[in-house]
């Protein structure tokens, strides 16, 4: 058992998460979405919500403060409606830790699903919001004098 990492991130998403480089993305995915299809790196969180895994894993995480949107997320299909309050529980889950808080840009289903095949990896959650969906793009860590 190590200190400080939240009982949520198992052994396997540690691992990945440091082995992510700059400009790598990771996406966190609700329990519906089609992660092995897309994917061959997929860690399995069922039972966990994103809000949970993104509390638990942004102290350990810093965002690429280079690009416009950090955080993307699967926008609605035309004639269906996203839950706005799955968004900013997401963003209060990274608040926190994460500063400023960078705002989240939605992108198409099938282009998610395409950023999602060029992810380092894909982490299936226990989410079951409709377009519960996230991607984070990681970015440098601090140097600590």
């Known amino acids: 058992m190590l200190k400080g990492i939240h009982p949520a991130i198992s052994p396997t998403l540690l691992k990945i998460l440091a082995e992510m ?25 069922d039972g966990i ?4 895994l993104l ?14 949107s950090p955080l993307i997320m699967m926008a609605a299909v035309e004639g269906d409606s996203l839950d706005p309050t799955v968004a900013a529980r997401y963003l209060a889950a990274i608040q926190p ?3 400023p808080l960078p705002s989240i840009e939605q992108i198409d289903r099938f282009a998610f699903y395409q950023r999602a095949q060029q992810a380092y990896a894909v982490v ?22």
């Open 124 to 145: 299936v959650s226990g989410e079951l919001a409709k377009y519960g969906n996230i991607i984070l793009k990681k970015g440098v860590t601090p140097v600590v004098a």
């Open 49 to 52: 919500k994103i809000d949970v």
């Open 21 to 45: 480089g700059h400009g790598d993305e990771i996406v966190f995915a609700d329990a519906h979405f089609p992660a092995h299809q897309l994917h061959s790196q997929v860690v399995r969180a």
């Open 55 to 68: 509390s638990a894993i942004t102290p350990l995480f810093e965002l690429d403060q280079y690009v416009d």
């Open 97 to 99: 830790n994460i500063t």
